[in-house]
């Protein structure tokens, strides 16, 4: 009989990554609560959908700690256990140790979470199936990123951009998932550093053109972008509510511009209300869709947005 797994995804995900799992890898999955998804088929880790953060195991007893062992692939792992209760946490200690493990909490490949009731599979977490990337304080986790690609439904030689994409984590998941090609643009000349040092360390250097540039000021042609993705700052660590007044029109006005006639963007934001009362301006762009996701705290709405009318003549 196959293990359960169960799959953690930002709230919000879980009926794409179900959809995901059905359509390509005939895999059946239920739902368990918001952001678990229990997955009782066959399953290796180069099958998972990229919104997957987090894959574990169903914690019951001893048998329970040494199926993860085998799934992870390592005989004896080094493992952490987590615990509010101090003596429960020895006492699961001093269980797995029995079988000759390590305990390790600093460089665990089992993480045992005794009050969740699961055993997280190390080599499985997001950062080891995709890649590790370096990281500012507002940066989009890379499961948001993968939902929000996922969203934007990009085609084999779509030009994709990120005109406010930090270490540049949205382009740089599309490199690794599709290919590119696709443009990594910021204003803040750290987040521009650490976009290229992400994208050479995961060597998607080729693929991903990180620059320099102004998010209302783009240094790209009229319809030369097929998809536009980005996460806006929405005021709760980036920027301010204030800001966004002005600032998500002129963004709105470059997008518009160099959008394709048939483009389609992907607009994540918190400040609600200032982004659906810009779109409203905007002449020539409309919301066809919104999808709530919730991590880390927030709860911030995907915007899918399209042209409303084509471009004029003269434009792409």
């Known amino acids: 009989m196959t293990t359960p797994l169960l799959l953690t995804c930002p709230v919000g995900l879980e009926d794409l990554v179900r959809g995901d799992l059905r359509d390509r890898e005939d895999v059946r999955s239920e739902l368990l609560a918001p952001g678990l998804i229990r997955c009782v088929e066959a399953l290796t880790p180069d099958k998972l959908p990229a919104m997957v953060d987090r894959v574990s195991l169903p914690l019951s007893d001893d048998n329970s700690v040494i199926a993860a062992a085998e799934l992870v692939g390592v005989p004896t792992p080094s493992f952490r256990v987590h615990a509010k209760d101090p003596g429960a946490r020895s006492e699961w200690i001093t269980r797995i140790e ?88 910021d204003r803040d000349p750290e987040a521009t550093r650490l976009a290229h040092e992400n994208a050479a360390n995961l060597s998607v250097g080729q693929a991903v053109s990180v620059l320099k540039a102004d998010a209302t000021d783009l240094p790209l042609d009229d319809g030369s972008i097929d998809r536009v993705v980005s996460d806006l700052p929405f005021g709760k660590r980036i920027g301010s509510n204030e800001l966004n007044k002005s600032l998500y029109p002129a963004i709105l006005r ?63």
């Open 254 to 316: 470059e997008i518009e511009r160099v959008l394709t006639a048939d483009g389609r963007a992907v607009l994540l934001s918190d400040d609600k209300r200032v982004f659906a009362e810009s779109v409203a301006h905007a002449r020539g762009l409309k919301i066809s869709g919104e999808r709530v996701i919730r991590y880390n705290g927030v709860t911030p709405t995907a915007y899918i947005v399209r042209r409303s009318r084509r471009p004029k003549r003269g434009r792409a």
């Open 98 to 185: 029995a079988l000759g493990w390590r305990n390790d909490p600093s460089d665990w490949v089992l993480n045992v979470d005794v009050g969740g009731g699961r055993i997280d599979l190390g080599s499985w977490h997001w950062s080891r199936r995709i890649g590790q990337l370096q990281r500012l304080p507002a940066t989009t986790p890379g499961p948001v990123a993968a939902g929000l690609l996922r969203l934007a439904k990009l085609s084999t030689g779509d030009v994709l951009l990120d005109p406010c994409a930090g270490v540049g984590t949205v382009p740089i998941v599309d490199a690794l998932l599709r290919g590119g090609p696709a443009y990594s643009i």
